[in-house]
């Protein structure tokens, strides 16, 4: 199936939408062909952002934003004694989470801090080399299992996010070991193992919180692929026109982040934007677009975003649960089980690879994908 309003070849340029005027496209490209990212124009000493960066005020966070509730708290779940007498007791957490916030802190998830500590030391090391070593990685060619670039929808964005990343597609087809940057290579390939050994355990409680055999999601290959997306966000001389990364919702099953100690992610809920405040050793999990759809609704894929700060860099490790390009004729589409006369189907089938260029079509712009599926 081939969406109407999406590029015939996901591989190939993403087109410049009508509201690129010549200077800014100019611009883009300049920035883009440096091949040094948003650490590039830090590291030449500049004190006000570049304009392909400034953000509509209306889009910012302000102070017309509306306060906070201080009882707002993202739930916590704990996975200690998950194969004991606390299971279902842990089955229950994460359906009320999944339901209502489509986000939640895991602590006790099993991946030995040293690991996280080095995980988030490597994006830093990497970040930091000089920007000849970095240039070697840097691309654009959606083919390539390993890309550092800044922004994957720097051509199609209103507004660039203050943000550079490092893609590593580590499953169903990972890369080489000599693809990987060699700064970052070891510990990425062993949090790979790790990230996966807890996603079965994630989709097995997932599974079960929606009321189906345990191996369900996992017999769907919810799991089958994984991504490693790890984000550096340079400290910021004009956070207040700018933004790290838009507000948008995940186009997976299930995100792993791992996130640094400094903050700056936020979700909306019940129209307010609530701070998920970084826990020493905690993975932080929630819904994507994928398990919204195939739950029928059920689970809430719900946006969110980073902030730019004068603080940093901030570092943040993804992990994304999905296929995403790789060649797959597989359907998906809301789970059968879980439907009747009174809960018929919300969306309709797609690929993986079919909602994946739909999403990149329309980039971070608030605009959840998700709503091209409604039926």
Not at 130 to 138: A, H, S, T, W
Not at 229 to 253: K, M, N, Q, R, V
Not at 337 to 365: C, Q
Request: charged letters at 25%.
């Amino acid at each position: 199936m081939m969406l109407k309003d999406a590029r015939a070849d996901p591989l190939s340029p993403p087109p410049q939408p009508p509201h690129h005027n010549r200077d800014r496209a100019k611009e883009v490209k300049e920035f883009d062909e440096s091949k040094t990212g948003v650490k590039g124009l830090v590291d030449s000493g500049i004190s006000t952002i570049p304009r392909i960066f400034i953000h509509p005020p209306h889009t910012l966070p302000n102070d017309s934003d509306p306060a906070v509730d201080p009882t707002f708290q993202i739930p916590t779940v704990d996975l200690q004694s998950i194969h004991g007498d606390r299971r279902m007791e842990i089955v229950g957490q994460i359906r009320r989470a999944s339901e209502t916030w489509g986000f939640f802190q895991m602590v006790n998830h099993g991946i030995p801090d040293g690991v996280l500590e080095k995980m988030i030391e490597s994006v830093v090391s990497f970040n930091e080399l000089p920007k000849e070593e970095k240039k070697v990685f840097y691309t654009r060619d959606l083919k390539k299992k390993v890309r550092f670039n800044s922004n994957f929808d720097l051509y199609q964005s209103r507004a660039a996010n203050w943000r550079d990343s490092l893609y590593c597609a580590m499953a169903p087809d990972p890369p080489n070991a000599d693809e990987l940057p060699p700064v970052c290579r070891d510990i990425t390939l062993e949090y790979s193992q790790h990230v996966t050994r807890v996603g079965n355990t994630l989709f097995e409680l997932f599974s079960e919180a929606l009321g189906l055999d345990k191996d369900h999601l996992i017999g769907m290959g919810c799991t089958e692929g994984h991504i490693i997306l790890s984000h550096y966000y340079p400290a910021c001389p004009e956070p207040h026109l700018t933004i790290g990364t838009s507000p948008h919702s995940d186009s997976d099953f299930v995100t792993l982040l791992l996130q640094d100690h400094i903050g700056g992610l936020q979700i909306r809920y019940q129209h307010h934007w609530v701070d998920v405040t970084p826990v020493t050793g905690a993975l932080v999990v929630n819904i994507g677009d994928l398990l919204q759809l195939i739950s029928n609704g059920r689970f809430k894929s719900v946006e969110h975003r980073v902030l730019a700060n004068q603080t940093g860099p901030r570092v943040s490790v993804a992990c994304f649960f999905t296929t995403h390009f790789h060649p797959s004729t597989k359907l998906y589409g809301p789970i059968k089980e879980l439907l009747s006369d009174e809960n018929p189907p919300k969306y309709k089938e797609t690929t993986i690879r079919d909602y994946l260029t739909h999403y990149y079509g329309v980039g971070l712009d608030g605009k959840t994908a998700l709503n091209h599926y409604r039926l």
